[in-house]
Each structure stands twice: as structure tokens, then as C-alpha cells.
């Protein structure tokens, strides 16, 4: 077989059907974030509704961030009637689902102008339920495959989601264009636009009848952990005991359990997912700021980085799976970590010579690969990290502790950039991604000796 014929053999993994599933199943996952976050912030400020009011609005999106306080909940709970019908995860799905299309609908019926307080219960109900809806898909993924897909699967994942990002961020506006007959706020043209990307989340819930429940039992794992756990509380009433019992199995089994299997390397393998997207979150924090501060016009940041630059993050995400397919994930880790750091020298680069479109686009299209290979990279390697009897409470976990740390780094990004310039800023924030893939070479050598 020659090499071109082994490559193709590779990309064939996303035609099976269970990868395509985690395409949908990503698009129907991507579509509530902007709806509550930059496309949300239009809409209000249009409305003229404050800039302060507009700030706190920016915390609903937090959710998202301790998803994993509620996670043993989705894990281990079944959910009466739905559960027998569908099976657990997919009856959490459908819940999920149906919550944020009524919670949409509850916004494109709300008036931001004369109810705020109702209009924030439904943005809340709309990230709680998204939130909910990632644990499950999450845990999904991982149930519903072998290690050998679960790369493949994160690309198509990935692939929808920003496919759907497009769609609830340029795509609202469009509609919201589309439906005013003038350039002054009408409610009208936003409540249209909410109840279309409501109908969009049909493709998720669609999707969640065609597929399959993962094989995977919990019931007789479920039960054998019970009855370990209630007979070491004999002395209590029964109740408090199956109370105890539960509480065990959904909360304190998946984390120690991480640490049963990991060992001392628990510790570091910790830090690495905490660190790992360090270079890049903290730069993303400055870029839209950095373009427009170079002279760049909203069309030319439009045109090049949200639409060239997401499907440039598409094709990076699908190489990611492919070359994960062929090489150790600590391999593709590697890579991923050292192409952002150098992506962000390169932004310095850029930020000496001045504005250059021709530069832009290339630079935006590396930063754009190296992302989509980066977090393909990262996915595969949280849910290979994720025991199957946890798989929801651990990877919520994992992706929530792999956002704190750098989140609040980037909260300093903007006192830098005053204080040293772009330039300085853009090699340091690739300077600190370099002891990333030293810590990534140190694991390798440990967990694989």
C-alpha cells in the first residue's frame, strides 16, 4: 500500500456512522453558546439596555465552567419514564434539548426593554441546559466508541460545533438583518431570529432518536456498588444508607478513582490539562482589539478570521484526527502545543510590520490549524484519560479545569498589552506555552516507560 493510499485509508474513519452522529450531536451542542454571549450582547445593546446590565450578562456563559458540580447528577440519575424509553444518556439528551428550544422560544417571546429579569431566566435556563447537554454528549463519545474512534470522533464533534457557532453568530444576524425594515432596533426582527435558531436545535434532538444508546451498563455496576456501600453502614437507617450509597458512586468514586489509576502521575497529568491551552486562551483574549488597533476594518476581521479563520480551524481539526490516527496522542500534543506557541511569535511579527493583509491571512490560517489540531489533540486525550463508569463526571471535570486557570491568567492580558505593547505581549504569551511541552515530554516518558 503506498502512502497515499494509507493516508486516505485514514480519512475513511469519518464516513462510519458513529462519527458522523458526534457531527450533528457537536452542531446541536455549539448553537446556545453565542446565543447567550456575543450575539446575546448585540441584541441587548441594541435594545439599549447598559453596558453594566450588558457586563453581568457575560457571566451566564460561567455554566459552562461547573458543569462538573452537576455532572454526577447526570451520570448516575435516571430519569423516570424517559430513562426506559430512550436509555440514560439519551433521555438526558432529550431533556437537555427540549430545554433550550423552550428556554430559546421563552427569549424570542421576551422583551429585553420591559422585562429584563425574565429575559435573564431564560438565558439562564438556555446555559444551564446547554451545559447539561455537553456533559452528556461528552460522556456519550466516550461510551459509545472504541479508543481507536474517539479521535475521529472529536474532529466531526469539533466540525459541528463551529459550524453551529457560524450559523448562532453570523448567521442570527443575518436573519435579524433579513426581518428589519429599517437600521433601527425592532424586537420583531430578533424574536424571529431566536425562533429560527430554536428550530435548529431540531437537528440535535433528531439526531438523538436515530442514534444509539451506548452498550455500556451501568445497573449491575450500579447495583454491586450499592450494596458494598450499604453494608458498610449497616448501623444506619436504610435510607441514609442508599443515601450514602449513591452519594459514594456519583461523587467520590470518579475522583478517586482517577487517582487509583494514575498514581503520583495524577498530579502532573492535572497540571498539563490545566496548562495545556494556557498560550492560546490568553492571546485569543487581545486579538479582536489587536486587529482593529492595526487599522483592520470589521469586514477584513469578518471575512478573514471568523469565516476563512473557522474553516481553517475545521481543516485542522479534521488533519488532528487523522494524524492522531497514526501517531501517538502525546505525539499530536506535542505538536499542537508547539505550532500555537509558534503562531504566537508569529503574531508579533505581525504587530512590528503593521498592517498587511496578505500576512494576516497567513498568520490567521496557521493560528487557525494549529488550534483545530491542538484541541482534537486535547479531546482525544481527556477521553482516553476518562474511565467509562465515570465518563460523565470526569470529563466535565477535566473540561472545566482545563479553562480556570488560563481564563484567569487572560483576565490580566489587557493591563500587559498597556503596559509592554502588543509585540511584548505576543511573545509572552507564547513563552509561557513553552513549559507546556516540556511537561508533555516528562509525561510521555512516565506514563509510557
Not at 470522533?153 to 435579524?176: C, Q
Not at 489509576?261 to 487581545?286: C, E, F, N, Q, W
Not at 487599522?295 to 487523522?322: D, H, P, Q
Not at 504569551?429 to 512516565?446: E, N, Q, R
Request: charged share 10%; with cysteine.
Amino acid at each position: 500500500m503506498s502512502k497515499l493510499e494509507s493516508w486516505l485509508q485514514s480519512c475513511k474513519i469519518y464516513l462510519q456512522k458513529r462519527v458522523a452522529i458526534l457531527f450533528f450531536l457537536g452542531f446541536s451542542s455549539g448553537l446556545p453558546l453565542l446565543l447567550i454571549f456575543t450575539t446575546l450582547g448585540l441584541w441587548l445593546r441594541g435594545a439599549g439596555v447598559s453596558l453594566e446590565n450588558i457586563g453581568y450578562f457575560s457571566w451566564i456563559p460561567l455554566a459552562y465552567g461547573w458543569k462538573w458540580v452537576w455532572a454526577p447528577l447526570v451520570d448516575r440519575f435516571s430519569i423516570p419514564l424517559l430513562t426506559n424509553w430512550l436509555g440514560r444518556r439519551r433521555a438526558w439528551l432529550l431533556l437537555s434539548q427540549v430545554a433550550i428550544v423552550l428556554a430559546l422560544i421563552g427569549m424570542a417571546n421576551s422583551d429585553p426593554q420591559q422585562n429584563l429579569t425574565l429575559f435573564v431566566i431564560f438565558a439562564l435556563i438556555v446555559a444551564y441546559s446547554s451545559a447539561t447537554q455537553d456533559i452528556v454528549i461528552d460522556a456519550f463519545r466516550i461510551e459509545s466508541a472504541p479508543e481507536k474512534f474517539q479521535a475521529a470522533m472529536a474532529a466531526a464533534y469539533m466540525t459541528g460545533y463551529r459550524i453551529a457557532m457560524m450559523v448562532a453568530g453570523a448567521g442570527s444576524l443575518v436573519i435579524t438583518a433579513w426581518a428589519s425594515d429599517s437600521d433601527a432596533y425592532q424586537l420583531s426582527a430578533w424574536s424571529i431570529s431566536y425562533f429560527v435558531m430554536a428550530g435548529f436545535m431540531g437537528v440535535g434532538i433528531i439526531t438523538t432518536f436515530i442514534c444509539h444508546e451506548p452498550d455500556y451498563q451501568y445497573k449491575q455496576k450500579d447495583h454491586n456498588a450499592q450494596i458494598e456501600t450499604k453494608l458498610r453502614h449497616q448501623h444506619l437507617p436504610q435510607s441514609a444508607a442508599r443515601f450514602l450509597a449513591w452519594l459514594d458512586i456519583a461523587i467520590v468514586e470518579p475522583f478517586a478513582d482517577f487517582f487509583k489509576r494514575y498514581g503520583k502521575p495524577a498530579v502532573l497529568i492535572l497540571l498539563l490539562i490545566g496548562t495545556y491551552r494556557i498560550s492560546d486562551i490568553v492571546m485569543g483574549v487581545m486579538a479582536n482589539p489587536f486587529y482593529l488597533d492595526m487599522g483592520y476594518t470589521l469586514g477584513e476581521v469578518a471575512a478573514i478570521s471568523k469565516v476563512f479563520g473557522v474553516i481553517m480551524t475545521l481543516l485542522g481539526a479534521g488533519l488532528g484526527g487523522v494524524l492522531l490516527s497514526r501517531y501517538s496522542t502525546y505525539s499530536i500534543l506535542f505538536l499542537g502545543a508547539f505550532l500555537v506557541v509558534i503562531t504566537n511569535l508569529i503574531f508579533a511579527v505581525l504587530a512590528f510590520v503593521g498592517k498587511d493583509l496578505a500576512l494576516l491571512t497567513v498568520i490567521i490560517s496557521m493560528d487557525n490549524i494549529s488550534a483545530g489540531i491542538a484541541t482534537t489533540a486535547f479531546i482525544t486525550y481527556i477521553s482516553k484519560l476518562t474511565n467509562i463508569e465515570f465518563s460523565a463526571t470526569q470529563y466535565a471535570l477535566f473540561s472545566s479545569l482545563m479553562l480556570l486557570f488560563p481564563k484567569f491568567l487572560a483576565g490580566f492580558s489587557g493591563v500587559y498589552v498597556e503596559s509592554f505593547g502588543y509585540i511584548n505581549f505576543f511573545i509572552g504569551s507564547a513563552l509561557i506555552g513553552v513549559p507546556v511541552l516540556g511537561l508533555i515530554v516528562l509525561l510521555k516518558k512516565v506514563i509510557e516507560k
